[in-house]
């Protein structure tokens, strides 16, 4: 399992993704869920992917590295797409190669063929923006109604997120609130595992912000996860009793 | 889909149970999920349920009017239950029993038989006890290390109760928390609606202390919905950010 979270807001990106993959539960391995492609003062853009291992390495490979795409003849990846629509079609297209080169292999075996992802960035000359692409390469986009996009096991965080993210909130802060949605994941999920990739990106300025994995031992996380539970209990606690049961 | 949580704390129960149920989402309607068995001043029974409404309901009747328990040869129901493990009991068998009636025929047209209780109450010289029956008629008890048990759409609305409940709070301060978590559970899936049923029990008691319905207008929850946002936007704005994004 997996969990992914990318902001879109007002100031810029901010992106969480864990790191855990897993066949089984006693099988639980550690990988990157994030890969950025960045060439300053021109592009920053990043993927956090989610699914069948197989399934998104080969899509990020060919996101990277170039692949022949079928619609237009022509090899292109997310160094090549000249805005950040077309570098989301990209995306698209190499989940259905992909699709089209193991579906039905994968099928056969009852392996299903399960991916999501989510693409933000920003490339000179165009707006920043966040999309997330389906299993068959076709994608949705945040907007300021919903700055917020989730892959995985997105459940346990995303009240947090539903009650404190707007679109105008300051960019830092921001930091704080993917870190207590991840927290809440990772207590309930033991297939999402730390460590967690973190990536902030200011609009505009077309290179990361900051990249940081934080572990077990980060003393910021473990600030966060101790003290957002104290904050809790005194917010409820604050909190007046009913008139009918006092 | 249905969200039930109940909390068995030092002092007593808190139980909390939505009202909808639905056929796909065109066709939804209102139901009690919960049923109380009282006879004040020996004993105090909850049930709330969750699952398919054809399956439950059969369950309740059994377990309300009384049904021939093939492990006895009696008639038995929650008056009769000696105590709160034969109760639970009871109510695994129920479940048998309707499974044995319909289970093949639902197979046979692809229905599920899904269903999952939370039980609460106790007897006359007994313990207060808090048990989750399964649909194969076994179950689990919750204990002081995890004093909550939830069915039904579980996910949005732990996390509040993974930081916020333990075993020895104030049973009235744990209303504000089930409002809370039933509150993220109505904010994200549509299938959990309002109005909402409130049981609070107090040990040793043997009669409800408070049974209330909560709706849509209903001025303490409105103020819980509203002022917990806040509270949670102030939690984090006061949280220090890290040094690396200052």
Redesign the interface.
Known sequence: MTYCVALRLRDGLVMLSDTRTNAGVDNIATFSKMRVVEMPGERMIALMTSGNLAVTQAVVNHVTEGFNRPSSGKVESLVTAPDMFHAAEVVGEAVREVFGAHGATMEAQNIKFEASILLGGQIAGGPMRLFEIYAAGNFIEASEDTPFLQIGEH??????L???VSYDMQL??A???VL?SMD?TL??NLTVGLPIDLL?YKKDEFKTD?R?RLGEDDP?FR??RE???T????????????????
């Open positions: 459940k346990y965080g995303k009240p947090i539903d009650r404190a830092y802060d930091i704080k609130l207590v809440s207590r309930s902030v900051i940081r910021y600030h966060i003290d957002w539970s904050a809790l209990r005194e917010a409820y606690l604050r909190m007046p009793r009913p008139d009918w049961a006092k």
